[in-house]
């Protein structure tokens, strides 16, 4: 399983950015997709997910309310629109899948990562 991240770059506080996560196969099917970030010096966090099957998303707090996960079957991706940028969302983000019936914002407990792709917010 492969998953591949794009749409990363550098905006300006208040600014918006929008990644797309593509997975390999159809393993989004009945799964659940994440993303996470991680800035330097600090753990990986995760700050949403989604349980495919049924469309059930999760939000940390830090990005509840700005940022919005969904899910586009037919193409196999996951996306991330982020609003209202801030510096301290600056950090590289992942997409994840995870094989279970359940979420979870535990890193270790995700099966598949992608790369990465880098946010930058001044």
């Known amino acids: 399983v492969q998953l591949v991240e794009s749409g990363g770059g550098s905006v300006q506080a208040g600014g918006a950015l929008t990644l797309s996560c593509v997975v390999s196969?159809?393993?989004?099917?009945?799964?659940?997709m994440g993303w996470f970030r991680q800035a330097p010096g600090r753990e990986r966090e995760g700050i949403a997910s989604i349980y495919t099957a049924d469309g059930t998303t999760y939000y940390s707090d830090s990005v509840k309310g700005r940022f919005t996960i969904s899910q586009d079957n037919a193409k196999n991706t996951v996306h991330l629109q982020m609003n209202g940028l801030k510096p301290e969302d600056t950090a590289m983000y992942f997409c994840?899948?995870?094989?279970?019936?359940?979420?979870?914002?535990?890193?270790?407990?995700?099966?598949?990562w992608g790369q990465g792709t880098q946010v930058t917010v001044s």
């Open positions: 994840a899948v995870r094989f279970a019936d359940g979420c979870s914002t535990t890193p270790s407990h995700w099966n598949y």
């Open positions: 196969d159809d393993t989004i099917r009945s799964r659940c």
